[in-house]
T-cell receptor, first 115, second 115 residues
Framework: DGGITQSPKYLFRKEGQNVTLSCEQNLNHDAMYWYRQDPGQGLRLIYYSQIVNDFQKGDIAEGYSVSREKKESFPLTVTSAQKNPTAFYLC??????????????FGDGTRLSIL | DQQVKQNSPSLSVQEGRISILNCDYTNSMFDYFLWYKKYPAEGPTFLISISSIKDKNEDGRFTVFLNKSAKHLSLHIVPSQPGDSAVYFCAAGGAKGTNAGKSTFGDGTTLTVKP
């Protein structure tokens, strides 16, 4: 089955630690995205990538980093510089290019909590 | 400044009746609009979309209406079913400028359909 896999589903981090969230897709999509969702709020864009080896900052990129070395993979690192990392993180992919008219396919998310 | 707004956090309707979910936007550069549905602990799934060159798009029980002059769109679900109970997100995007390649999401409306 084609889809997007996010792992782990739940993740705990000690203060001061970096942590990496995994996102893999086998849909052959060019574009991939990372969002953060806080309770009662919508999805806020952290980073996005329209093509391998290229990515752009979204609206709330501070304290996060990404890489796009392979088309299928777009890992997100939450660094110690992110002061409020507890949230639900969603990864998505779509047929890419500059058009935003392609629907995004989402993974089931990773819930990150600070111990 | 929130560019996509869903002013009703929640909506409750009786099974079989019409559900109307509303969305307003401020950026006139948006030219494509999408609705997503989200169940708890899952990622959003694409529901229906509309291009700015149209004012209506229909898919089964779901119809999206776009009023460009008012910068307003709405999602109609007829008839509503208990399985439609979920959070609905409105998203907007465009092919040009800072909107290229990404979507901006509203905060969502929680729809409850009562049997």
């Amino acid at each position: 089955d084609g889809g997007i896999t996010q792992s782990p589903k739940y993740l705990f981090r000690k203060e001061g630690q970096n942590v990496t969230l995994s996102c893999e897709q086998n849909l052959n999509h060019d574009a991939m995205y990372w969002y953060r969702q806080d309770p009662g709020q919508g999805l806020r864009l952290i980073y996005y990538s329209q093509i391998v080896n290229d990515f752009q900052k979204g609206d709330i990129a501070e304290g996060y980093s990404v890489s796009r070395e392979k088309k299928e993979s777009f890992p997100l690192t939450v660094t110690s510089a992110q002061k409020n990392p507890t949230a639900f993180y969603l990864c998505a992919s779509s047929w890419g290019g500059a058009n935003s008219n392609q629907p995004q396919h989402f993974g089931d998310g990773t819930r990150l909590s600070i111990l | 400044d929130q560019q996509v707004k869903q002013n009703s956090p929640s909506l409750s309707v009786q099974e079989g009746r019409i559900s109307i979910l509303n969305c307003d936007y401020t950026n006139s550069m948006f030219d494509y609009f999408l609705w997503y549905k989200k169940y708890p602990a899952e990622g959003p799934t694409f529901l229906i979309s509309i291009s700015s060159i149209k004012d209506k798009n229909e898919d089964g029980r779901f119809t999206v209406f776009l009023n460009k002059s008012a910068k307003h769109l709405s999602l109609h679900i007829v008839p509503s079913q208990p399985g439609d109970s979920a959070v609905y997100f409105c998203a907007a995007g465009g092919a040009k400028g800072t909107n290229a390649g990404k979507s901006t999401f509203g905060d969502g409306t929680t729809l409850t359909v009562k049997p």
